[in-house]
């Protein structure tokens, strides 16, 4: 990692001979490529009108499902200028994270394990593995806020102020490529970047450097509706609109009880969900913008679930978990054990009924749900008969689900 030396802090005022331009911008592209950037772009600071209205739809429609993020100030969070005293533009980069197709189907299906729907397959030998996303993998996000440090460290040397965002709920970091002619929107709202696709990570640097703005991306999905039925959930409402309400990778992260209708699509899943961009056929095409490795790809279910709460938050450091409370990732661990776990090894009972005495009533209800699944019928009883009057649980005693077809 760079010194402390090398991101000087914003100057107070701005230098009035502070370069800008084209040429500077030049200068600036040169220094993003040296950091690694080689997707960058300048998007305006006026207000991003449309992405607000597309906010505010979604509330009106009541599809956003306690989801916060830009959604929490509309305003604030489509408003650059209001970033950074004096912003004249917006500098907009990208930085890859995909990994070879082939390399990830036969990482998801080595045999420790099998991932998909449930419902449908036989069950494998071995521990059972939860997937993760490929963008939490690793820490691409700090990896992009280094790389944005660079370009923010020169402007703040020849005497602009530049603040960085990543993966932040100030800026609506989407609208923002869109505009900086980096992609276009996917009907699965995802930006695609030309002859590259979706894998990528964004990152905003609000200056008060004036630069070129480019115009935003043309459309080029055209037809293609691939994305839409390849959501496990049909959280893909209509192009280019997600349901929250549906979204796997938001239920993962929301407190509370999570749907009940849309556990057994979750399958092996424990953070983020991946479907829609695997079936785009640009991702397909252009598998080889790769970044090395598939780190954190798996997660063993049973190994985080003998962990202590500070231990488990110890190992899932990088996700984002409510509060950080482990009631949640817990949760998520028990019902993929409830999915793919193997009711004939102990060490699966013994992780579900352990967790039916768990402090927690949420956390005692979803332990109940994957009993049932598995077939851990006294356990079921056990409950029933513990006069636990908790409502999560009550709730779950009335809607139990059969045993999981494949037992």
Known sequence: ?????????????????????????????????????????????????????????????????????????????????????GARSVIV??????????????????????????????????????????????????ELKSALGSIAARLRRDGHRATIFADDNAIVDREAAWLAGLGWFGKNANILVPGRGSWFVIGCIVTTADLPVARPAEDGCDTCTRCVPACPTGAIAEPGVIDARRCLSWLLQKPGI?????????????????DCQTACPVNRRHA???????????????????????????????????????????????????????????????AVEGHLDHPRPEVRAHALWAAARLGFDDAVTAVRDSGDGSPEVVDELAHLPPLRPDL
């Open 258 to 274: 999570f749907a009940r209708e849309h556990r057994v699509a979750l399958g092996a899943r424990i953070y983020g969900c991946d």
């Open 93 to 142: 980069a990208m930085l890859p994270y995909a990994h070879d197709d082939t390399a990830h189907a036969d990482a998801a299906h080595d045999g420790a394990t099998w991932h998909g729907s449930p419902s449908t397959s036989p069950l494998a030998p071995g521990r059972p593995l939860a997937e993760v996303a490929r963008y939490a993998g690793r820490d691409h996000v700090g």
């Open 288 to 350: 080889d913008d790769t970044r090395p490795g598939r780190e954190g790809s798996r997660v063993d279910v049973l190994d985080l679930l003998t962990l202590d709460d500070a231990a488990l938050d110890d190992a899932v450091d990088r996700w984002w978990v409510e509060a950080r409370e482990m009631a949640w990732v817990r949760r998520n661990l028990l019902i993929v054990l409830g999915n793919i776990g193997d009711p004939r090894d102990d060490a699966v009972r013994a």
């Open 1 to 85: 990692m760079p010194s402390a030396d090398t991101f000087p802090r914003n100057p107070r005022t701005v230098s009035p001979s502070a370069p800008s331009g084209s040429g500077y911008w030049d200068v600036l592209r040169g220094v993003a490529a040296g950091a690694g950037l080689d997707v960058v772009g300048v998007a305006p600071v006026a207000p991003m009108l449309r992405a607000r209205a597309a906010l505010e739809d979604r509330i009106a429609r009541d599809m956003v499902n306690g989801m916060r993020f830009t959604f929490l100030r509309p305003q604030r969070s489509t408003s650059p200028a209001d970033l950074v005293e």
